[in-house]
């Protein structure tokens, strides 16, 4: 399973982005995806989950202004980021995890929040 993720950049505080996430090869044997992000001296922290069932999990610090989506025709995940604060900037990876056990990461897409 290879993932790339896209659209992060740099937004001010307050503003939304939207990220994605393509996953191709193996795509099929996909159970879960996610993003995680990892701030500049902080550890990886995960941001949310959306299972093949379509339910969601979401960590406190992103729960109601983060929103994760799934396009399973597309085999994509999406991650709509509102209400953007300075402490959400970070590289932001998204992961797919299979049912063959294997956690696989995508590239990482660098947020900025600053004004």
């Known amino acids: 399973v290879q993932l790339q993720a896209s659209g992060g950049g740099t937004v001010q505080p307050g503003g939304s982005l939207r990220l994605s996430c393509a996953a191709s090869?193996?795509?099929?044997?996909?159970?879960?995806m996610g993003w995680y992000r990892q701030a500049s001296g902080k550890q990886r922290e995960l941001l949310a989950l959306?299972?093949?069932?379509?339910?969601?999990k979401y960590a406190d610090s992103v729960k109601g202004r983060f929103t994760i989506s799934r396009d399973n025709a597309k085999n994509m995940i999406f991650l709509q980021m509102n209400t953007l604060e300075p402490e959400d900037t970070a590289v932001y990876f998204c992961?797919?995890?299979?049912?063959?056990?294997?956690?696989?990461w995508g590239q990482g897409t660098l947020v900025t929040v600053s004004s």
């Open positions: 992961i797919a995890d299979s049912t063959t056990g294997n956690v696989y």
């Open positions: 959306i299972l093949s069932n379509g339910s969601t």
């Open positions: 090869g193996s795509a099929a044997s996909i159970e879960a």
